[in-house]
Structure formats: C-alpha cells, structure tokens
DNA sequence: CGGAACATTGACGATAATCAAAGCGAGTGG
DNA sequence: CCACTCGCTTTGATTATCGTCAATGTTCCG
C-alpha cells in the first residue's frame, strides 16, 4: 500500500522515491480500527505518531453541555497529533469516522528518518503550515458565513484535499461522515444540515448516496462557498536555513 | 523595555537571563505603527519575523460580501506570521487595533540566536502548539457556544495570555478592541455585541469603559464561558530529540 | 425479520441579524 | 473656548436564520 502521509509530504516538496521507500517501511504494522473507536481520550500522553492510512477521523472537543465541536477532519494521510507536542497532553479526543487503518510511528524511528532525508523534514514542516492555513479558514468558515456556504466550503476543502492524494474519482469520492458529524463539524443542527443538503441537492450540485458523494458542479459549489484553494496549496520556495532543521541523533 | 516576546516564550520554558539579553539586542529598531494601519497585504511575501512589542493587533480574512473575520489577536509578544513559511506568502493580513510597537527580525539574525541558544528554538516550537491550541479553542468557541458564552470565553482567553507577560493590574488591563473588532473576532454582529456586552456589566461580572477593561468576577465569567486555562498551559515535559532541531548555520 | 442508527419532515420557538435613528465623547479647527 | 465632526456606542422595531421537539421514514446489518 502507498503511504498517504508521505503523498501528503510530497505534495508540499519534491521527494524522490528512496525517500518514499524508506519511509514506507516505517509504515509496516499499520492496524485496523472501525468506526466509531476513540482513539485517543482527554489528557492521554501523546507518546507516538499516528496516522491515518485510510479512513476518516476527526479531533474534537465536548462542552459541558454535552455539545461537539469537531475541530479538524483527519483525511487519509492526516496525523493525528501533527500540532502536539510528543511527551505532550492530548487536549482533543480523536474519533474514527470510519473504519480506518493507522500506523503508530514511534518517535526514534520518525527522528532517525528526517535525519537521514532532511527533505522529509522540511516536507512536514509544510504540512504543519497546510494544517494551520486549514484551521484559520474554518474560523473564517464558522464565523462569517451561513449554513449553505459553509457546507459548500467544506465539501471543496475536503475535495480539494483528497485529490492531492488521488482520493477522487470523476468529482466522486468516499464521504463517511453522518449528518451528525457535518453538523458538529459545521457548528450546525442535525436538522438544519438535513435542510441544507437537500438544498444542494436540489440545486444539482451534490449527490450523496450511502456515503458516497459526487461532486456535480464544482464551479457552482466554489461559487457558492467563495473558495479559493490558495490556502491549501504548498508555497513553492524553499524554506530558509533556519527552517531546515536536521535532526539530532 | 523587556522583550516581550522572549517573555511569551519563556512562560513555556526556562530561559536564562543571557538568553534573554542576547535576544533583547535583536530588538533594537522597534518601530512605531499607529492604530488602524495595515501592515500586510494579501499576497505579501514573508521576508522577516515581525513581532509586536506592545498594542494588539490582529489577523483576518475578508470575504466577497465584505465581512471580515479576525483569526487571531496578536496581543503584545505575538509574532504576526509564526505559523508560515519565511518566503512564503502572506494569506492573512494584519491590522493593528491600537499603537502599536513592532519589531521586524531578519531571518538570520533569528537563525543565528537559535544556535546559540537552542532552547530558544526549543521555546518557539512550544509556543507555536500554544498558537494551535487557541485556533483549535476558537473553532470551538465560534462554533458551539451562544454569544454570551463566546464573549466571556474570549475575555478569560484573553485575560490569561495577558497574565503571562504581566499585563493584568488587578484583574485590570488595556482593552482596545471597539465592539467592531469584538463582533469579527467572535463571529457576530455589533448590535449584538453591544447587547451582550451589557449583559456582562449587569450582572457585574465586568467593567468596560474608554477601552480599560476590569475583570469584576473571574470565577462568575470561567463558569459562563466554561473556560479551562489548560490548552493555554506549556508542556511541562521537555521535548524529544527530534524536536530540539539545532539551527544549521 | 427485527432493531438500531441515520435521514427526513413539520410545527414552533429563540437567538442573532438587519435596519435605522439617536446619543455620546474625544479630538479638531475656527 | 465652543461648535463641529467623526467614530463609536446605544436603542428600538422587525426579520430571518437556525435551533428545538417530536414523529415518521429509511437504510443497513446481524
């Protein structure tokens, strides 16, 4: 199996295929988890470095109240705790959204393999800007615009971001998450995601059927949504000195 | 005056006083920037580390329809573009909300100090998890709670990284966002945060007058927000191997 | 076949947005 | 020193988006 995570990497910098080979071989006991299995819960030390192969997950938080808020959706190729610190404290719980695969990179073998290729390195470094740029959008997202526009930025972030890893076929891909999950994604109702899906579908922009949707009208989504994937895109110089870190053996 | 950005980062880890003063003669030419003036366009390139010395100011997003969204205040210490690439391009831009003093590092310089001092290198990379964590909280903050709840969550947030650079008087402290700013920060309108505003003062839980805000009752405000100061909180734990990168030179 | 999870529908209610006008306050210029 | 202005705050009336509640369908899966 190709390494999603790497394929994310490589979209950000040019990695040549020994590196690719190296890394995947980290990548041999990945495990199977369905649906639905929490992965991680509140204040759990984050002692390695999981990724998601495939599947989908999501980090979240719960209010007193009982309330959801996803905060990041983990696509395949995400890792889980990219923003932590190893030896840290997970302050979000991640949930599979779907049955997945995730491998557990322990830490000594993710140092010795960005000393061996600092282009690795720099690679995740601009993964961690991708995730970043994601994050303030969905400010953007939740605070300033209705539910139909939100919903339509969703889905062409999420197009966009499974594309770079060859995710979708003909504006079709794999889209597990429930009407639940939108909403806590969306900071929405249920209910209303019902209303403003069939909207969609109505406007023959979506289909979605047993988790599988098809991008109709990409143009007549992005419009809606006022996407501009900039953000999402790697920048194409190359990171200063400084950034360039080689590891420490 | 102290650098108030070595003091952010040295709330996250123990920083020696040469560390400090190696750091302080970067920040000789702090420049002066008034109130209202934008210091990055969209499309800007990264050429520098700007830090803001004292004042706030804050990055945003406008969309088509001309709202505008904050993604986050920069209170004084804060770096403006710490999450993104040197050379890299600019897809927020900045606003100052009041004067503001602003230093710009070279990259080199800043290369040079993380050599010589490797936990300064060390301090960033737990302030940049800080940084996430607050646009995770946000996410959550926006999405999930009504306008009330928001508004105090956000004036606990504030007061807490405020505390760590000793910028609190008696649960007092400079406040210089108009209700305009409050409403792109919190995702609402003016109208309504003027309205929730006064509901705060009512029931004594806070003072707002001529941009001075006093903090009445913290425990009443944490209880409405719901507010953990524990994603703000430093890793205690040192960090691995691989994160400690040394600065190649 | 039966049950559970998920999706859909309708009626109603609440929070927040919109619109528009008036008040306030600090700084400016005559 | 006072009137004037401009930006900000406050207020009221009205509207709309979204939430809540509850019931009914549907799909999936053992």
Redesign the interface.
């Known amino acids: 199996m190709f390494n999603l995570f790497l394929q994310r990497l490589r979209h950000a910098t040019d990695l040549t295929c020994v590196e690719l080979e190296v890394f995947e071989e980290l990548c041999r006991q990945a495990r199977d988890i369905g649906a639905k299995k929490y992965l991680a819960r509140e204040g759990d030390e984050i002692a390695s470095f999981p990724v998601v192969l495939s599947g989908w997950a999501a980090?979240y938080?719960i209010?007193?109240n009982g309330?959801?808020?996803i905060?990041?959706l983990l696509l395949p190729g995400d890792a889980f705790y990219f923003?932590?610190?190893?030896?840290?404290?997970a302050?979000?719980e991640v949930v599979t959204l779907s049955p997945c695969r995730v491998v557990t990179i322990p830490?000594s073998d993710?140092?010795r393999t960005?000393n061996r290729f600092p282009l690795i390195?720099e690679a995740m470094?601009?993964y961690?800007?991708m995730e970043?740029?994601v994050?303030?959008?969905?400010?953007?997202n939740?605070?300033?615009?209705d539910a139909l526009e939100r919903m339509a930025h969703l889905l062409c972030e999420t197009h966009y971001r499974l594309q770079i890893i060859d995710g979708v076929k003909d504006g079709q891909f794999h889209f597990p998450l429930t009407q639940d999950d939108l909403a806590d994604v969306?900071?929405l109702t249920p209910v209303h995601i019902n209303r403003k899906l069939q909207q969609l579908r109505q406007e023959n922009l979506i289909t979605l059927r047993s988790k599988q949707l098809t991008i109709e009208d990409l143009r007549g989504l992005q419009q809606i949504a006022?996407f501009d994937s900039?953000?999402l895109a790697p920048?194409t110089?190359?990171?200063?000195?400084?950034?360039?870190?080689?590891?420490?053996?």
């Open positions: 980090r938080q209010l007193r309330a959801r808020q905060t990041r923003d932590a610190s190893p030896n840290g404290t302050i979000e830490y993710m140092e960005i390195g470094l601009q961690g800007r970043n740029a994050q303030s959008s969905w400010i953007v939740i605070g300033r615009r969306l900071g006022g900039a953000y920048q110089r190359p990171a200063p000195a400084y950034e360039r870190r080689p590891v420490a053996a």
